[in-house]
T-cell receptor, first 114, second 114 residues
Framework: EPEVTQTPSHQVTQMGQEVILRCVPI?????FYWYRQILGQKVEFLVS????????KSEIFDDQFSVERPDGSNFTLKIRSTKLEDSAMYFC????????????FGPGTRLLVL | AQKVTQAQTEISVVEKEDVTLDCVYE???????LFWYKQPPSGELVFLIR??????QNEISGRYSWNFQKSTSSFNFTITASQVVDSAVYFC???????????FGAGTRLFVKA
């Protein structure tokens, strides 16, 4: 069964460094998402992406964040200058049709900012 | 505004007991979708079920059952004859019809003791 994959599974970085989290959505999916889960808290929506554009973003998704689909398979989340509070699990998700279909989640990248 | 409330922060049961996880949602939309996800200690989000707002039929899948009641805006999840492997955090979630972001509840941590 097709799956969303994410790399790396864990990343440790120093405050102020840039990080890029990578996702490979399910191949025929058209809509892509990033969510964040701070340890012990709820899963929060960050951004959705369709047709090479952001379709919706939350207030969390400020200028430090950016998303990109650099090729036909990868979907990335970049954090330009990481802060301690960016430490969280980041989930990528995808689906074929938004607004009615289940979003299929990847296994997550656990980011620790020191 | 849309909101999902999982009032039970933690539940502890002994193996073979039945347990019900509560979920109450708020939305003004007539078309919406409800989900349950399981998050085991390894951290990934495991999709369990999706329900659309037009289908109030209850569903049973093995030891799992779901009770959707629009009159009380609830979508409760029951595990029958719980097992130690059911120990996890369970999230209820809501997607607005035509929307991009899935809104998660705070989660209920279930401990099943042998």
């Amino acid at each position: 069964e097709p799956e969303v994959t994410q790399t790396p599974s864990h990343q440790v970085t120093q405050m102020g460094q840039e990080v890029i989290l990578r996702c490979v959505p399910i191949s025929n999916h058209l809509y892509f998402y990033w969510y964040r889960q701070i340890l012990g808290q709820k899963v929060e929506f960050l951004v959705s992406f369709y047709n090479n554009e952001i379709s919706e973003k939350s207030e969390i998704f400020d200028d430090q964040f950016s998303v990109e689909r650099p090729d036909g398979s990868n979907f990335t989340l970049k954090i330009r200058s990481t802060k301690l509070e960016d430490s969280a699990m980041y989930f990528c998700a995808s689906n074929f049709q938004t607004g009615r279909e289940t979003q299929y989640f990847g296994p997550g990248t656990r980011l620790l900012v020191l | 505004a849309q909101k999902v409330t999982q009032a039970q922060t933690e539940i502890s049961v002994v193996e073979k007991e039945d347990v019900t996880l509560d979920c109450v949602y708020e939305t003004r939309d007539t078309t919406y979708y409800l989900f349950w996800y399981k998050q085991p200690p390894s951290g990934e989000l495991v999709f369990l079920i999706r329900r659309n707002s037009f289908d109030e039929q209850n569903e049973i899948s093995g030891r799992y059952s779901w009770n959707f009641q629009k009159s009380t805006s609830s979508f409760n999840f029951t595990i029958t004859a719980s097992q130690v492997v059911d120990s996890a955090v369970y999230f209820c979630a809501l997607l607005q019809g035509g929307g991009f972001k899935t809104i998660f509840g705070a989660g209920t941590r279930l401990f099943v003791k042998a």
